[in-house]
């Protein structure tokens, strides 16, 4: 099983409506990161969240809000979508306590947004 | 100027040639330093990182880094049609948890 998943894949909705990304990972990290990656833009940071009790905005979080379930989840909202946020959605992990690349990100498989 | 500059390629390399991608950066306070692959509509993946200033090499990957002049690089050694892909260079400041993305290169590699 993958370590990080999003769900869902792909997702086509309309201007105005409400909709929930979710992402959900194994790797026991306790850090989860919301990207968004446009054509020409290259990856962008949305939300970050540390634990459970620490949310952080990123460089692009206006339109967007999120909630980290738990420790292993972490979700993705697009309270009334508008078309310029279609885009591919990455979620991310890293471990605080890793020794390894220095708390490296490790991506979930993206999901497909179309906002009509 | 951009924080993360990479040229968007595309860079064409012959099979069996070293590929050499660059990266800048303008953070002086930046202390890690990523290369991730992408496949087209896939997830990018870590290849490799660098903290300190001169080559590390795994496989046929080479990451160099010189901190004086904000530049790091990766060089892919004996090139295969199977590296075809956008590389991404990240940049971590030290004490910050975000990762800063360039663009990314496009590689093709022709067989």
């Known amino acids: 099983d993958a370590d990080v998943t999003q769900t869902p894949r792909n997702r086509i909705t309309k201007t105005g409506k409400r909709i929930m990304l979710e992402c959900s990972q194994t790797k026991g990290h306790d850090r989860m990161y919301w990207y968004r990656q446009d054509p020409g833009l290259g990856l962008r940071l949305i939300y970050y969240s540390f634990d459970v009790k620490d949310i952080n905005k990123g460089e692009i979080s206006d339109g967007y809000s999120v909630s980290r379930q738990a420790q292993a989840k972490f979700s993705l909202s697009l309270e009334s979508a508008i078309p310029n946020q279609t885009a591919l959605y990455f979620c991310?992990?890293?471990?605080?306590?890793?020794?390894?690349?220095?708390?490296?990100?490790?991506f979930g498989p993206g999901t497909r947004l179309l906002v009509l | 100027q951009k924080e993360v500059e990479q040229n968007s390629g595309p860079l064409s390399v012959p099979e069996g040639a070293i590929a050499s991608l660059n990266c800048t950066y303008s953070d002086r306070g930046s202390q890690s330093f990523f290369w991730y692959r992408q496949y087209s509509g896939k997830s990018p993946e870590l290849i490799m990182f660098i903290y300190s200033n001169g080559d590390k090499e795994d496989g046929r990957f080479t990451a160099q880094l010189n901190k004086a002049s904000q530049y790091v690089s990766l060089l892919i050694r004996d090139s295969q049609p199977s590296d075809s892909a956008t590389y991404l260079c990240a940049v971590k400041r030290g004490g910050s948890e975000k990762l800063v993305f360039g663009k990314g290169t496009k590689l093709t590699v022709n067989p």
């Open positions: 991310a992990t890293s471990d605080l306590q890793g020794t390894s690349g220095g708390k490296t990100q490790y």
